[in-house]
């Protein structure tokens, strides 16, 4: 199974300037611990101490937002999978 994960320009320098990564899982989450055996150190910027996404992300499948299931929500072999910074302000 392949699942590609389209890298922010923010979290790129964690990543060896990759842009993209392909991983494989049957969930957003195991994609994404997947990305993390790739990358150790884009774990912290993606996951809180409880391993939970950290609230400024939201994470796209094939751009639809995967919230409310979030890590659990599945996927497929193909699908497209992009890392979002929420932005917040006043």
Excluded: W
């Amino acid at each position: 199974m392949s699942i590609r994960v389209n890298i922010p320009h923010l979290l790129q320098y964690l990543t060896d300037n990759r842009k993209m990564a392909e991983v494989s899982g049957n969930t957003v989450g195991e994609c994404l611990k997947h990305l993390v055996k790739q990358f150790p150190p884009v774990e912290e910027a993606l996951f809180d101490e409880h391993g939970k996404l950290n609230s400024y992300l939201d994470i796209y499948i094939n751009e639809e937002s995967a919230y409310p299931e979030e890590l659990a929500k599945p996927v497929r072999s193909g699908d497209e999978l992009d890392i979002i910074f929420m932005i917040d302000g006043g």
